[in-house]
């Protein structure tokens, strides 16, 4: 019989949320994990995950602890140029509060700490790969904070088989990586539910077939033309993943949330980081390939949710990122487009039955609608939701020397569940984010 068991971390649990500390940053949500791998011990057999930052060196040594007694694991992240060496920072243990490390550390540092471990010793049973994938969509673009391009993998994702064959698959919005700063976020845990668990160990397959291993990877190696290998998707209705190899997976997850959100009857709650799908362009060239010149203008579910929902559903929107219709951020940090969410509010502010709320401290991820909860790894702007297989920019111009072709898509899971443990757990969530003393409710200016 499936189980959920669902767990929510925020800043607000702890007494200095302002440190970093060894147990990453989500200290009650990586303790939740382990306790329920401890759990379960006895009847594991393989673990695998998808993690797009790894450097957490706890849970980096219970996975050696497990390998050790013969499970199999496999670790799959991006390469380490994508970890940001900026900002070293002191480590503390959480309950201690003494220094882990005797010099202050970045992500970069951390996650080399490890890899040059199983680089070097080779751990039985243990495997880390790299997914190399880079994606992006504009020549316009400023350079990149790390790394020559950003990697699409951006998924916090497990698989757990068992000797007994209830298997588990395990969503969050954290990476639990140190050196991140401790957010408001959600971990799921789906146990013996095999609508869910037949598509992502599929998805594992395929994400390790596309992968390499770090004692093959060449670090010198150029990646902006990496090729993907197209496979089906398994995807169903209660799980859906999003991937470069899953052909227009993106667009078909848009799909389903425009179909979510227009059968709300009572309500749609949206949580996360950001909040833009409303409007964007695609260039037609890097849509279809050849010839082809102009742009494609495309309405996102945000639209459809603000055009077509009945006024009698209520509609509640919470982000991280945020400007009013006026174009201020009332103290909250600023979309990316800060002309396409002045478009977005305005549409929202027209709605009769829609608030919007902006916290700093969110970092989770997910929807729900009367009383189907959606939970992912993404957010909800246009990037999760574009699929480009045929994009090629000879040159940038604000970057020299650098080309890329290759497919624009995000890798991303979407669980959809209706469960009355699980919705009640989202909605105190999601009433605990509105009326939380660091939230900013939005005024209309109609």
Not at 111 to 136: Q, S, V, W
Not at 244 to 255: G, I, K, V
Not at 284 to 310: A, M
Not at 330 to 341: D, E, L, V, Y
Request: charged share 25%; hydrophobic share 35%; with cysteine.
């Amino acid at each position: 019989m499936s189980k959920y068991y669902t767990f929510f971390d925020s800043p607000s649990q702890y007494k200095d949320p302002t440190k970093y500390y060894s147990q990453g940053s989500s200290p009650e949500l990586l303790k939740q994990l382990l306790s329920y791998l401890k759990s379960i011990e006895s009847e594991i057999t393989s673990i695998q995950i998808c993690s797009y930052l790894f450097n957490n060196e706890i849970l980096y040594k219970e996975l050696c602890r497990y390998a050790d007694k013969g499970v199999k694991v496999q670790v799959i992240t991006i390469p380490i140029d994508g970890y940001d060496d900026r900002s070293p920072q002191y480590i503390v243990d959480i309950t201690s509060k003494k220094l882990v490390y005797n010099e202050s550390q970045t992500k970069y540092s951390l996650a080399r700490k490890i890899f040059g471990e199983l680089y070097k010793n080779k751990i039985k049973n243990f495997d880390l790969f790299f997914f190399p994938h880079m994606f992006i969509r504009s020549e316009n673009v400023n350079p990149f904070s790390r790394g020559d391009m950003p990697y699409s993998l951006h998924l916090k994702s497990l698989f757990i088989k068992q000797k007994n064959k209830v298997n588990t698959t395990i969503l969050t919005s954290s990476g639990l990586a140190v050196r991140d700063k401790i957010k408001d976020e959600v971990l799921i845990i789906c146990e013996d539910d095999d609508l869910i668990n037949i598509p992502t160990e599929i998805f594992f397959n395929d994400l390790l077939s596309n992968s390499i291993l770090i004692t093959e990877f060449d670090f010198k190696a150029d990646y902006t033309r990496y090729q993907i290998k197209i496979r089906t998707d398994p995807s169903n209705y209660n799980n859906i993943l999003l991937s470069p190899f899953y052909e227009n997976s993106p667009e078909l997850m848009e799909e389903k949330l425009k179909q979510l959100v227009l059968g709300a009857k009572k309500r749609v709650f949206i949580a996360a980081q950001h909040i833009s799908a409303f409007k964007y362009q695609i260039p037609k060239q890097f849509k279809f390939g050849g010839d082809h010149t102009g742009s494609i203008s495309k309405y996102g579910f945000l639209n459809e949710l603000l055009t077509k929902t009945v006024n009698t559903c209520k509609i509640k929107c919470i982000s991280q990122t945020y400007v009013n219709s006026n174009g201020d951020n009332m103290g909250a940090r600023k979309p990316a487009n800060t002309a396409s969410f002045k478009e977005f509010m305005l549409k929202y502010e027209s709605h009769p039955s829609a608030e919007y709320s902006s916290n700093s401290n969110l970092h989770s991820k997910y929807i729900i609608c009367d009383d189907t909860v959606i939970i992912t790894s993404c957010n909800f702007t246009p990037t999760q939701f574009i699929y480009l297989k045929h994009v090629n920019i000879p040159r940038f111009r604000r970057i020299t020397g650098l080309s890329y072709e290759g497919i624009f898509s995000e890798v991303g899971q979407f669980l959809i569940i209706k469960d009355e443990s699980v919705t009640k757990a989202f909605l105190e969530n999601f009433d605990y984010l509105w009326n939380s003393k660091n939230t900013h409710k939005h005024v209309s200016h109609f």
